[in-house]
């Protein structure tokens, strides 16, 4: 079946620190890729995605490139702010058969920015 | 933006007693919801599919009984934990694509966390 992995957290950097937040995948056929972040006491939202190998998704400085070679979505940031404080989810959405539609989660990764 | 609300967002309850959730869309109408059960430190759960008037599809391992999925508006879908039992206790959350969305379109609630004593 669809499996997610994250890197364990949680991830404590100072500000203006680079981040690298590693997303691997196992899927079968060309899965959507998502990253999503959860701040404290919100709902989940989309912070980006990327529906094809080699397109990078990118939003508020975050970028991640679908690497098919290396079943990767490695989420990046060259600075980060205290204000990106949250919990980050690596997905994937099923390309077809039973799954289709659905989305796999990571178990979720917690980033801490001290000033 | 598309907004999704939950209520009750925490609930506690005793052994043996039934649990209401309710999960709406504020500002736009879903024909498909979806429910997630999320463990401490763990993923989020798919458990199962809410579609509009019709019944919902249940993943694999989650018990159609004891979890009933209402979806009677395109609002509106409930989500009823039946006579729950401490291991029911974990945090969960909706999702709602709007119609004529394809579903990688989702919009999260803020979750509900329910503690069964």
């Known amino acids: 079946g669809n499996s997610v992995t994250q890197m364990e957290g949680p991830v404590t950097l100072s500000e203006e620190a680079f981040l690298t937040i590693n997303c691997t995948y196992t899927?079968?056929?060309?899965?959507?890729l998502f990253w999503y972040v959860q701040y404290p006491g919100e709902g989940l939202q989309l912070l980006l995605k990327a529906t094809k190998a080699d397109d990078k998704g990118s939003n508020k400085g975050f970028e991640a490139t679908y690497r098919k070679e290396t079943t990767s979505f490695h989420l990046e940031k060259g600075s980060v702010q205290v204000s990106d404080s949250a919990v980050y989810f690596c997905a994937l959405r099923a390309a077809g058969g039973t799954s289709y539609g659905k989305l796999t989660f990571g178990q979720g990764t917690i980033l801490t920015v001290h000033p | 933006g598309a907004v999704v609300s939950q209520h009750p967002s925490w609930v506690i309850c005793k052994s043996g007693t039934s649990v209401k959730i309710e999960c709406r869309s504020l500002?736009?109408?879903?024909?498909?919801m979806f429910w997630y059960r999320q463990f401490p430190k763990q993923s989020l759960m798919l458990m199962a599919t809410?579609?509009?008037?019709?019944?919902?599809?249940?993943e694999q391992g989650v018990e159609k009984d004891k979890f009933l999925i209402n979806h009677a508006s395109l609002t509106l879908s409930t989500l009823t934990v039946t006579s729950a039992h401490p291991e029911d206790s974990s945090f969960y959350i909706c999702?709602?694509?709007?119609?004529?969305?394809?579903?990688?379109?989702?919009?999260f609630g803020p979750g509900t966390r329910l503690t069964v004593l």
């Open positions: 809410s579609n509009e008037g019709s019944k919902a599809t249940y």
């Open positions: 899927a079968t056929g060309y899965p959507s």
């Open positions: 999702s709602a694509t709007p119609s004529g969305s394809f579903t990688d379109t989702q919009y």
């Open positions: 500002d736009f109408q879903a024909t498909t």
